[in-house]
């Protein structure tokens, strides 16, 4: 699908990134898009951007709360999010964002939205505006929710772990859920201003 939003936009000369954004119980949020040097910033997608690196947020010293001391959640295991209501965990009264309780995310990524220490959280690979090697977001960013089974956390010595396609292709890693604009304000609350046209039904609304 992603390949066709490509093809749509004149990008299948790029390749596909993906990017882990955060893992829950039987799921995790991935992310699909392209990276390039932009001949002008009217290509760049600053919301794909931001989506990954909330604003204000870095890896450098922001890891929020001890996760030990984050509250149990009795979640149920039952994703889609839709209808979900979201309860943080606050760090701070004057702070802007708060660790995401409800759904309570697995330990790889338990500060969400703040980054957590281990190896599991990758959505800094770069630093300020740019990703590795000082390239881009591009075009749409295509976001999704994929089911985990006893294999998807399975290595493959192809790809980096954690990263791109070792995160889509191989066992475990072709089963999906739908992901809805309430996924959205659950996961990434600091994307409601930004985005200011949603799309719903068939077709762009997917």
């Known amino acids: 699908m992603f390949n066709e939003l490509k093809l749509q936009n004149n990008l299948a000369h790029l390749e596909t990134r993906i990017r882990l954004v955060l893992e829950i119980a039987d799921v995790r949020i991935l992310a699909f898009g392209t990276l390039t040097r932009p001949r002008a910033q009217r290509n760049v997608n ?4 931001c989506f990954l690196h909330p604003p204000g947020i870095d890896m450098q010293g922001c890891t929020g709360n001890d996760p030990q001391s984050a509250p149990a959640v009795d979640d149920h295991g039952v994703y889609p999010m839709q209808e979900l209501n979201a309860s943080m965990n606050p760090i701070s009264p004057s702070g802007p964002y708060a660790r995401l309780a409800h759904p309570r995310p697995n330990p790889s990524h338990a500060n969400y939205p ?3 220490p281990g190896g599991g ?6 630093s300020g505006e740019v990703e590795e090697e000082g390239l ?3 075009g749409g960013m295509m976001i999704v929710a994929q089911l985990l089974g006893p294999h998807t956390h ?3 010595s ?3 772990p954690l990263q791109d396609l070792d995160l889509a292709v191989g066992p475990g890693r072709s089963n999906y859920a739908s992901f809805t ?3 959205l304000a659950v996961v990434a609350p600091w994307m409601e201003e930004r985005i200011t046209n949603k799309i719903s ?3 762009l609304g997917h």
């Open 46 to 49: 600053k919301n794909a951007h």
């Open 114 to 116: 703040f980054y957590t």
């Open 121 to 126: 959280d990758k959505r800094w690979l770069g």
């Open 136 to 138: 881009q977001w591009v």
């Open 154 to 156: 399975d290595v493959s």
């Open 158 to 160: 192809d790809w980096p």
């Open 181 to 183: 604009w309430s996924d």
């Open 201 to 203: 039904g068939a077709g």
